[in-house]
């Protein structure tokens, strides 16, 4: 009864309970081979400052697994068992952030370490933990112990903690045994573990593309069956989820990894329109093809354009079938827009600045086959034709439009003023469009 009411005192004050290192299995670097000088100066330095003031402090998570696939790691996050409060005085340039759990940025120039304190069982008493009936977790502030830390984080690739100073990789759960197996698995019991959070689902199917990790059989087995949990999840943080997921560099992979796994349902539905129709399948493959590259090549993405691209043929659809029922072209596109933004946003969460410009590339669209008198010229002060001529671009790479649209707007933006009045139809002229394949009539623009 003591015991428990002193862990009831402490954990309800938000200390954090001491480290364990004695349930690690502590690596040398023979063992795990990670060359302390790819860690970030400002890393180490955040280090050294906690270790001078009595914690424990490693770099941990998504970093140490990156490091041991050999891949460069976009960031150097911190776990340590002092409280944030304790980091904020250690360091001077340093904020406190967060309100279900705070955490520390440090800031060293322009670069920002995140300090995380290491975080307790859900399951703890002092009560500052919700469990919806579903088992989805909806609110969770507790410290604790480093080995808590590791049982709580998703995957065993993401569960190890890396100590610069003595060059050792600290593993609860076996974590580095799967990297070097090239498997992804979850830590503890699969559908518990998604049950509490069903984002996980989504962060396995990105993870295992970008990584290249194959899915452990008894982490994949249960994610078809419990797709649907992902309808209670708050869309924002869906949408972060899906940004992450298309913005890896690997948006292909995961694409149709989200189908094979039945995730797709709910978040981007149209997937299941569009990969199912020759022209909608080249369209996205283009898209997502074009992401990834920019991507790779450390290049801005903008996840406006890339949702623009996505959600096209869901846009076609709604577009034509106003027009069937009689509708005047332009005011059947601004209503196919807004029922389609309308409706991903309710799931994704689209917020208004990435939906405004998808909607504005979406309405520059029939402007593009508007090849006489002032239109043109127009069109090039618009601020978004270049974002337009991309997504135009795609579409006549894709067969939806014939390919001498494109290339004339190529020629006309690079002309000078002689040339771009001797290029000037004398009507406006409807873009020529190929044969279509399918006995559907024609979705594009009229």
Request: contains cysteine; positive net charge.
């Amino acid at each position: 009864m003591i015991k428990k009411f002193l862990q009831h005192v402490f954990r309800g004050k938000k200390k954090p309970a001491p480290h364990t290192p004695h349930e690690a299995e502590r690596f040398p670097r023979r063992a795990h081979g990670i060359d302390r000088k790819l860690i970030s100066p400002a890393a180490m330095k955040t280090i050294q400052e906690l270790h001078k003031a009595g914690f424990a402090a490693f770099i941990v998570g998504g970093a140490v697994r990156d490091l041991l696939l050999k891949r460069t790691p976009k960031d150097f996050d911190l776990a340590t068992n002092a409280t944030p409060e304790q980091v904020h005085r250690i360091f001077r340039r340093s904020r406190l952030i967060g309100r279900r759990f705070r955490i520390v940025h440090v800031m060293f120039g322009a670069e920002t370490i995140e300090v995380t304190t290491f975080r307790g069982s859900h399951l703890s008493d002092d009560g500052d933990s919700q469990i919806a009936d579903s088992g989805r977790i909806l609110r969770d502030n507790v410290f604790g112990s480093q080995e808590e830390d590791a049982a709580r984080r998703d995957f065993t690739a993401n569960a190890l903690y890396y100590d610069p100073q003595s060059e050792e990789v600290w593993d609860y759960h076996h974590g580095l045994q799967d990297i070097k197996a090239g498997m992804l698995r979850i830590i503890g019991d699969p559908v518990t573990r998604y049950r509490e959070d069903p984002v996980r689902m989504l962060r396995a199917v990105r993870l295992s593309a970008k990584l290249g990790l194959k899915l452990h059989a008894a982490t994949e087995a249960p994610i078809p069956h419990l797709a649907d949990l992902l309808d209670d999840v708050p869309p924002a943080r869906v949408f972060d989820e899906m940004l992450k997921l298309f913005l890896s560099g690997h948006a292909i992979e995961s694409a149709k990894a989200l189908r094979a796994h039945g995730l797709h349902h709910g978040l981007l539905p149209m997937l299941d329109v569009v990969l199912e129709q020759p022209l909608g399948t080249s369209f996205v493959t283009l898209a997502l093809a074009n992401t990834d590259e920019r991507v790779l090549a450390d290049k801005p993405v903008s996840p406006a354009f890339l949702f623009a691209t996505l959600l096209w043929h869901e846009v076609l659809l709604a577009w034509q079938k106003h027009q069937d029922q009689g509708e005047r072209p332009l005011p059947s596109l601004m209503r196919a827009m807004d029922e389609v933004s309308d409706t991903q946003s309710q799931k994704l969460a689209i917020t208004k600045r990435f939906s405004i410009v998808m909607k504005e590339i979406w309405s520059l669209q029939p402007r593009f086959e508007q090849r006489a008198g002032q239109r043109p010229y127009r069109l090039l002060e618009n601020p978004r034709f270049r974002a337009g001529y991309d997504f135009l671009l795609l579409r006549c790479q894709s067969g939806e439009l014939a390919m001498d649209l494109a290339e004339w707007w190529e020629r006309f933006a690079q002309a000078n003023a002689e040339e771009r009045a001797a290029m000037l139809l004398p009507n406006s002229e409807p873009a020529k469009r190929p044969r279509r394949r399918r006995k559907k009539p024609s979705t594009a623009a009229q």
